[in-house]
């Protein structure tokens, strides 16, 4: 089945710690993005890649990193500089181009910072 | 900057009530217009789009929205709620002015429908 991953579904993290979300895809898709979710607020765009090994930061990248080093991963990195980590963070894909703009999400990991 | 308002933040309603969630967005050129739904432990999945054509868009589940562009709006509809409805809903907007296929997303509305 194709799809998106992410895991752990459930991350406890002390503070001071950095942590690196997965995420996964397997539909081909050339873009992937990394949203946080926070009640009230919607999603935010964190990061953005439209290829491998590029990527740009979203609307609230402070405190967080990415890497794309295969089409089919883009993991998130949460460091110990995000002043307000604990939030559900979403990972989405889609094509490039003239596809429309229909992105694709994952389950989400919910992160606590203790 | 761009943005995207859904002014219901929560609704609750009965079954068979009719629904009408609203969303607008601020941004003068041409969009592509998207509702999400996130059922209790689900995955955030795909509603309805507009792309262009038909104003009036048909979704899964009985759900519709209408893009009105002179208002900047994309109101999605349902005539008669379940209560499997129950669930938050997001309007999403793709600003067609080459910066990808990045999407703004509204705020959301929580929906709580009661049997």
């Known amino acids: 089945d194709g799809g998106i991953t992410q895991s752990p579904k459930y991350l406890f993290r002390k503070e001071g710690q950095n942590v690196t979300l997965s995420c996964e895809q397997n539909?081909?898709?050339?873009?992937m993005y990394w949203y946080r979710q926070d009640p009230g607020q919607g999603l935010r765009l964190i990061y953005y890649s439209q290829i491998v090994n590029d990527f740009q930061k979203g609307d609230i990248a402070e405190g967080y990193s990415v890497s794309r080093e295969k089409k089919e991963s883009f993991p998130l990195t949460v460091t110990s500089a995000q002043k307000n980590p604990t939030a559900f963070y979403l990972c989405?894909?889609?094509?490039?181009?003239?596809?429309?703009?229909?992105?694709?999400f994952g389950p989400g990991t919910r992160l606590t910072v203790l | 900057a761009q943005s995207v308002s859904q002014h219901n933040h929560h609704v609750i309603l009965s079954e068979a009530a009719s629904l009408e969630l609203g969303c607008n967005y601020s941004?003068?050129?041409?969009?592509?217009l998207f509702w999400y739904v996130q059922y209790p432990g689900q995955h955030l999945q795909l509603l309805l789009k507009y792309f262009s054509g038909d104003p009036l868009v048909k979704g899964i589940k009985g759900f519709e929205a209408e893009f009105i562009k002179s208002k900047f709006s994309f109101n999605l509809r349902k005539p008669s709620v379940q209560w499997s409805d129950t669930a938050e809903y997001f309007c999403?907007?793709?600003?067609?002015?080459?910066?990808?296929?990045?999407?703004?997303f509204g705020g959301g509305t929580r929906l709580m429908v009661k049997p």
């Open positions: 539909l081909n898709h050339d873009a």
């Open positions: 999403a907007v793709k600003m067609n002015n080459n910066a990808g296929n990045m999407l703004t």
């Open positions: 989405a894909s889609s094509y490039r181009g003239r596809s429309g703009g229909e992105q694709f």
């Open positions: 941004y003068g050129g041409t969009v592509n």
